[in-house]
């Protein structure tokens, strides 16, 4: 087979084996998602003010946003050491595992973005039905960088969870048991070692504020952006470490 052929096998190896996660995950986030609401307005008294999906977005669903990036990183990170064994007995080289999960990362984000646009619809047509509101937001902004806001934003976020998960799949494979202690040691107090950090060196905290995009007309805009590169570069790293990894099963 020539080398393209290679690749498009290991990318269809990697969708494949991604579709039943992905269905499961789905089928129990709508129960979760629409369900609880369904479930409440059974309770609710008359005159009260009972509201649901009260997000910050105009088109996307932001309990999808923070459900999909954690699917996507813990699936990046639990896949990778499995997936890339399994693909190397069958003589796919290095090189084709790594463009292919670059592919399907991308395809995976684009796949999630349209899920989230598509749920958070559902979800302001359930909420204009259970509870009155209308179904977009009072005062929302349709402008050409409103809408790039809200695509380029989940789909960079979803990039970089991915590419993140898979960079620490990778690198506890390469480095072994002391690396991935230490790598969810961090993970799980990253939250409070940045609050720290950025509130006793000024440039930590001015460099955060830049990626969030603070202080621009479109924060969401730039931030995804940001994620979209971060994610990018999470995967430039996972270049370098998989050439140490071995050729051959």
Known sequence: MTSKQWLMRCY?????TAIKPLLVFLAVFAAVDFGLPLFASLF???GSNFRIYNGFTMLISPPFLVA????LFVGGYASFRED????IALNNTRRNQYWSNIFHALTLSCLFLVVSVIIGLFERFLAMVLTDQPFWKPGAIWSLPAIMSELIFPFGLF???YAFGQMGGLLSYRLGAAFTVTFWIL???SYVIVQILSGSI???GQLLAWFAGVGTDWPLLHSGWHFAVLGLIFY????VAMHKLPQNA
Request: proline share 3%; hydrophobic share 50%.
């Open 44 to 46: 609710q008294s008359s």
């Open 159 to 161: 990039l970089a969870a």
């Open 236 to 239: 430039a790293i996972s270049g």
């Open 187 to 189: 993970f799980g107090t």
């Open 202 to 204: 000024p440039i930590i």
């Open 84 to 87: 890339f064994n399994f693909l």
């Open 12 to 16: 269809s190896y990697h969708f494949s």
């Open 68 to 71: 999909g990036t954690i699917f």
